[in-house]
């Protein structure tokens, strides 16, 4: 078994080889975006994250030499961001928008919300010790969820929520909550990533620690889709098969989302999101020339995604248009607000987004 002092230093190593990734990405934040650049902010400032909207960006920029990969600070805040128009486009989980339906924050939001496509799939990791055998069994213990408003805080509260499993909710962040789990003391923890998930790297059966299996009700699918933990990804902790172990874990994945803010229609960044819709379709697998790249292996324009709307010239292409010969270049910045197709009149979406604002000033002011 793997002693307490070098699981610390293995993090401490971890942590350094992250800050270094950090320092070579160099990416801006999206107030240091450069004017007139297509902005595209990961999904917050984790190194894997930061990492992958970088290679997005530099995989566009010979078509789309304005895109400019931002550091986002989570899928709350990224969406705040599109709807305040500080970045053109953001990675956010599908899930945050029932989570703020169902918290009732941000009202009106999701009018005012789209997508362009599904870029991957990250999958949700109940990790837990090995006496509790199924999330029920976290009735009333120490769950960590992860601070307020990241994925994993996010995701855990829909999941738990919706089974009926009260838990004691814990904020940590990752890597202590997986040293609090590991001294027993917090019952398991909530992590979502794309598997194999680098958290876990340095676990083993000695740990004592598993996944649990998410229960896929009809309620969980509506937001989520099927999926699971294999022996492929985890073959330390899921196994290879010996003393009975190797079955995969049954799970769900979050569906991550290129969004964008309906706000833009009628101006030049709306056009500019219609070029960028144009420069990703070629990525869809079967379209790719060669061998398929792994950093667009999920990205998929065609699938549905509950709760959402589609970009309009994004369901253009769908169809054989080109997105950007599907609108009209603006007459003059005037049309900055011009109303997007979404079937509801200026005046109701106007109110709308009051309300919103009305609620982010008061965020801002506590």
Not at 123 to 152: K, W
Not at 236 to 258: A, D, K, M, W
Not at 280 to 296: E, R, T, V, Y
Request: aromatic share 6%.
């Amino acid at each position: 078994m793997i002693g307490s002092q070098e699981l610390t230093r293995r993090r401490l190593c971890r942590s350094a080889a992250a800050f270094t990734l950090l320092d070579a990405l160099a990416a801006p934040t999206a107030a240091q975006a450069q004017a007139g650049a297509i902005s595209l902010a990961s999904i917050d400032s984790d190194p894997v994250s930061v990492r992958t909207v970088a290679a997005m960006a530099a995989a566009l920029r010979p078509s789309l030499p304005g895109v400019q990969s931002v550091v986002g600070q989570g899928p709350v805040q990224n969406l705040t961001a599109l709807l305040s128009q500080d970045i053109a486009a953001a990675l956010v989980p599908t899930d945050v928008l029932p989570h703020l339906a169902q918290t009732r924050r941000m009202p009106g939001s999701e009018q005012y919300l789209q997508y362009i496509a599904v870029f991957e799939h990250d999958e949700i990791h109940i990790l837990a010790q090995a006496g509790i055998t199924d999330i029920a069994g976290l009735a009333g213990r120490l769950v960590n969820f992860g601070p307020a408003d990241s994925r994993a805080n996010i995701t855990g509260s829909m999941i738990f929520d919706s089974l009926a499993v009260r838990v004691q909710p814990t904020s940590l962040d990752q890597a202590a909550a997986l040293q609090a789990l590991q001294e027993r003391q917090i019952a398991a923890l909530v992590h979502v990533a794309r598997t194999p998930a680098p958290l876990f790297f340095s676990l083993n059966f000695d740990d004592k620690l598993h996944f649990l299996s998410v229960p896929q009700t009809p309620e969980l699918l509506k937001t989520y889709l099927a999926s699971r933990l294999g022996s492929a990804d985890y073959p330390l902790l899921v196994g290879q098969g010996e003393l009975g172990r190797g079955q995969p874990v049954g799970t769900l994945s979050v569906p991550t989302v290129i969004a964008v803010s309906s706000r833009s229609a009628g101006t030049e960044r709306y056009r500019a999101l219609a070029l960028l819709t144009d420069a990703l379709f070629p990525f869809a697998p079967g379209h790719q020339q060669g061998a398929p790249d792994s950093l667009w292996a999920q990205f998929d324009p065609t699938l549905n995604v509950p709760r959402w709307q589609r970009f309009p010239p994004a369901a253009a292409r769908l169809q054989g248009q080109t997105a950007v010969s599907s609108i009209e270049r603006p007459a003059s910045s005037s049309r900055r607000h011009a109303e997007p197709p979404t079937g509801q009149s200026q005046q109701d979406r106007q109110k709308l987004f009051e309300e919103y604002m009305r609620w982010k000033n008061a965020q801002d002011r506590r």
